[in-house]
């Protein structure tokens, strides 16, 4: 059957890829107008601020970009600019890296997040600022070998502050290094098995698959397909390996396909005889996110994503080809309807041997169709609900050199967590443990370590911040969840259901755009949570999808959660409803400002009238979404308290 999408007035929709809308054939590589008036996915209208230049909306991603001279420049933000000199992302951190300063210049902030890292300071000290910087690894499905992750956790020791966080797309981040430490850090993490390039940026990040390694055809093709997409997107003209190793490659071998896809040039994708055959000088407007799944299992929240790409197997198992979703996204602005978190639309289904040439398709159409006036609508999603999906598929079409076919259908999403222990498939089995809030740190960092090292296992990190043991052999079964629930590291019936899918972004002290809590915030929000199920009557094995972050920017994803706290003022949050727990449908904003010490008022009421009136298995998220916001706002304003239990 046809999987649906649900708006967030509750009604279905089925995306159809039979009609299209032709538009005039585009030249590769040239710019067109953008005129950003578009219906989004949800069947409201954004209306986004045009771009100033009058002549176009994006530049060229060129390598020499030549411009006419009575051609009106384009306008362009602040770091595009700096892109454009920085000789492939080398200048001038190269020389901000030599300098006895603490910290790196502006030009040197922006650069460093193409090499996986974010200058930051404690927002909390007082008297100056004491500045470090924040890694990210770049972990394709979130795979960790031993190696790896050993030398994660020698060097959190060694030169952070002691803890690794696990991330919402399966990558560590490590906290605290300071400047002159950098190249120390990095190299070590090269050497070891690891890379950080392009975990922050303009370009691809870590692309995401689910984490568990069941030896299933369509998981190892998942994965599979993920590490090339990863490869084929992966920044090619050495400015990493310089900065770090001294130029000194550690790339392993590449799969021929990924190399043969990204040389093809037969529909005018790349950049002849540049450093960066598919980036450019300037590679992409903003960021870009990937994740590929299987049917049914949406641990990596998928629709969240530029490109949602999904494995489609015939009746024998046997993977044939890919279902692709575009044109997701979490960021957002207070205050500013222009902006705004979309969930992805179906695009169409391609055979699996071209699915490398697809993707490539349409980052190019992002490359060379996004804004880069104005950072804050800069994101895939802009365009896609600017043009409309019909627009942009003929784009992509163009680029790829073939039609999309019709999507498959699908069953429906469930929200796999892959806690506790399971069978590989080979004989060996994998052990889910719940990390809250990804953080890694004390008792547990020290038991975690011990037990990776001794059985000599690889790990993989998931998109909901947890860790995932690998080939545990039965013998070694009961050793390890002995001494791993000493260490406060749980099987999953005796962790809270709140916590084991509640997520939050690290917000306070270090990030720079935090305006609230939420790491630290969010174990006294569950707890509290708790005690208002249990005043309402809910059992305690009912749950809700709670996720929070410091900022609009949706780290978290908050904007996919039942419940979402964003911060938008000190110790306050927007209060967003109607996600479902297996996160298909975007929430909606609800309240603004609701204090920390008033999140009762706000909640009681709507589990109370959420435990009386629910229809069966219907979803706190589907609940407020069915009442609609008027009504849960009269019922919070009317509410007496509950009877006792």
């Known amino acids: 059957m046809t999987t649906p999408f649900r708006s967030p007035a509750g009604a279905a929709t089925v995306f159809s890829t039979d009609q299209k809308i032709r ?7 040239r710019s067109s107008r953008t005129v950003f008036l578009g219906r989004n996915v949800f069947g409201g209208v954004h209306s986004l601020p045009p771009s100033s230049s009058s002549s176009s909306s994006s530049i060229q991603a060129v390598s020499t970009p030549a411009t006419p001279e009575t051609a009106k420049p384009t306008k362009r933000s602040k770091v595009e600019i ?12 190269n020389e901000e890296l030599l300098t006895e300063a603490p910290n790196v210049n502006e030009s040197a902030v922006q650069l460093i997040k193409f090499h996986g890292s974010y200058q930051q300071y404690n927002r909390e000290e007082r008297g100056g600022r004491s500045y470090s910087f924040m890694l990210r690894t770049k972990n394709p499905s ?33 906290h605290g290094v300071v400047k002159q430490n950098l190249k120390t850090v990095m190299s070590s993490i090269i050497k070891n098995m690891g890379s950080t390039l392009g975990a922050c940026g303009d370009l691809n990040r870590n692309v995401l698959a689910p984490a568990a390694p069941y030896v299933k055809k369509d998981y190892l093709f998942a994965q599979e397909t993920a590490d090339n997409i990863a490869s084929l997107l992966s920044p090619q003209s050495g400015f990493y390996y310089d900065m770090w190793v001294d130029g000194e490659q550690f790339m392993t071998a590449e799969p021929p396909e990924v190399v043969e896809a990204r040389n093809d040039n037969s529909h005018g994708t790349n950049f002849v005889d540049s450093p960066e055959p598919i980036y450019g000088t300037q590679f992409l407007p903003r960021k870009f996110k990937i994740a590929v799944t299987v049917p049914t299992d949406n641990s990596v929240d998928l629709l969240t994503n530029d490109i949602g790409v999904v494995v489609v197997s015939d009746e024998n198992g046997e993977p044939q080809g890919f ?15 222009s902006t705004f978190a979309r969930i992805a639309e179906p695009l169409g289904y391609v055979p699996k041997d071209d699915i490398l040439y697809a993707v490539k398709a349409i980052v190019v159409t992002q490359r060379e169709h996004g804004r880069r006036d104005d950072r804050k609508y800069s994101r895939m999603k802009y365009l ?32 796999k967590s892959y806690l506790g222990w399971h069978e590989q498939g080979d004989g060996a089995w994998f052990c889910g443990l719940h990390v809250d809030s990804g953080r890694v740190g004390g008792n547990m960092k020290k038991t975690l370590r011990e037990v990776i090292e001794k059985y000599k296992l690889d790990v993989r990190i998931t998109p909901n911040q947890n860790i995932v043991l690998c080939d545990i052999k039965s013998e070694w079964k009961q050793p390890i969840t002995t001494v791993l629930a000493q260490a406060g590291l749980l099987q999953p019936e005796f ?24 790491e630290r915030g969010i174990p006294s929000i ?47 949050y927007q209060v967003w409803l109607g996600g479902t727990p297996n996160q298909t449908q975007i ?3 609800f309240m603004d400002k609701v204090k920390i010490q008033d999140l009762e008022k706000v909640f009681e009421p709507l589990f109370y009238n959420w435990k009386l009136g629910r229809q069966a298995k219907e979803s706190f998220g589907e609940f407020t979404t069915r009442m609609g916001f008027e009504k849960l706002k009269e019922l919070i304003n009317t509410y007496e308290g509950s009877p006792p239990q």
């Open 495 to 518: 962790v809270d259901p709140l916590n084991q899918t509640a997520m939050a972004c690290p917000a306070f002290p270090l990030c720079p755009l935090a305006i609230t809590e939420a």
């Open 82 to 93: 700096i892109k454009e000199k920085s000789n492939f992302i080398r200048y001038p951190l």
């Open 23 to 29: 538009v005039g054939s585009l030249n590769a590589l």
């Open 142 to 174: 979130g795979k960790v070998p031993n190696q790896l992750y050993l030398t994660m956790d020698d060097l959190a020791d060694e030169f952070g502050i002691g803890t690794l966080r696990l991330t919402t797309r399966q990558t560590f981040q490590l």
């Open 526 to 572: 569950l707890k509290r949570v708790r005690a208002m199920f249990e005043k309402v009557g809910l059992e305690y094995d009912e749950s809700v999808v709670v996720r929070v972050t410091g900022c609009p920017n949706g780290c978290a994803r908050p904007y996919m959660a039942e419940v979402g706290l964003v911060g938008d003022g000190p110790n306050s």
């Open 323 to 337: 279902n692709i979703y575009v044109g997701g996204g979490m960021g957002r602005t207070h205050r500013m309807e």
């Open 384 to 415: 896609i609900s600017s043009w409309g999906i019909e627009k942009f598929r003929d784009v992509v079409e163009q680029y790829y050199g073939k039609t999309f076919e019709a999507s498959r259908d699908l069953p429906e999403w469930e929200f």
């Open 587 to 589: 929430a909606r904003a």
